[in-house]
């Protein structure tokens, strides 16, 4: 899970028994942040891939980083 709205990170909180401590995890929370929900286990991240490595290039989901996207 990924940075959420002020309400709906209320309703996913009840919903998933989302601690305040792991809620903070998405709350104004920058790109490559967030939880992983791994079956009764909840991890908090932070991804910082280096965006020089072609396997970057692959993975991004912007469009504009991509090998054939304009911006290069």
Do not use: C, W
């Not at 996913?12 to 809620?23: D, E, G, M, R, Y």
């Not at 967030?34 to 469009?63: A, C, E, H, V």
Request: proline letters at 3%.
């Amino acid at each position: 899970m990924l940075n959420q709205a002020a309400g709906d990170r209320q309703i996913l909180a009840k919903q998933l028994n989302i601690s305040a401590h792991q809620l903070s995890y998405v709350t104004n929370s920058n790109e490559g942040e967030g939880l992983i929900f791994y079956g009764s286990t909840i991890i908090p991240f932070k991804d910082r891939f280096d965006k020089t490595l072609q396997l970057y290039s692959l993975m991004t989901t912007k469009p504009l980083e991509t090998e054939t996207g304009d911006a290069k």
